[in-house]
């Protein structure tokens, strides 16, 4: 009777030590690098939805401290990297019109005159 007793105290020991085990928090690592584990039971799937938003905000917090970006493009950069004509392609555009006028200088338009006249003209 007492050796029963004694192994059911002690399988109840052990079960309430692993329940107890099985209820505590994982304890939480610094950065978090490892995966998350679903479980599914049947066809009810639980997400570890707190090792999800953990490693979301390690990002987050990861992003926000980096530098900001510097545009590769300012006010300073010379003209070819911007885009814009420097003086000397805005003197070879506008020709004699340079700093005269703001349309650039076009020659005139050519006239095509036909080679042969119409056949019924005469």
Do not use: E, Y
């Amino acid at each position: 009777m007492r050796s029963s007793l004694g192994i059911i105290s002690l399988a109840a020991l052990a079960l309430g030590i692993g329940a107890r085990l099985a209820v505590a928090d994982p304890p939480v690592r610094g950065d978090d690098t490892g995966p998350c584990v679903d479980v599914q039971i049947g066809n009810d799937r639980a997400l570890d939805f707190d090792c999800i938003n953990r490693q979301l905000r390690l990002k987050a917090d990861r992003q926000h401290m980096a530098p900001a970006p510097t545009a590769p493009i300012g006010a300073g950069s010379p003209s070819t990297a911007t885009g814009t004509a420097n003086q000397a392609a805005a003197q070879q555009m506008m020709g004699d019109a340079f700093g005269k006028s703001s349309q650039p200088q076009r020659p005139a338009p050519q006239v095509f005159v036909p080679p042969l006249p119409h056949a019924g003209a005469h």
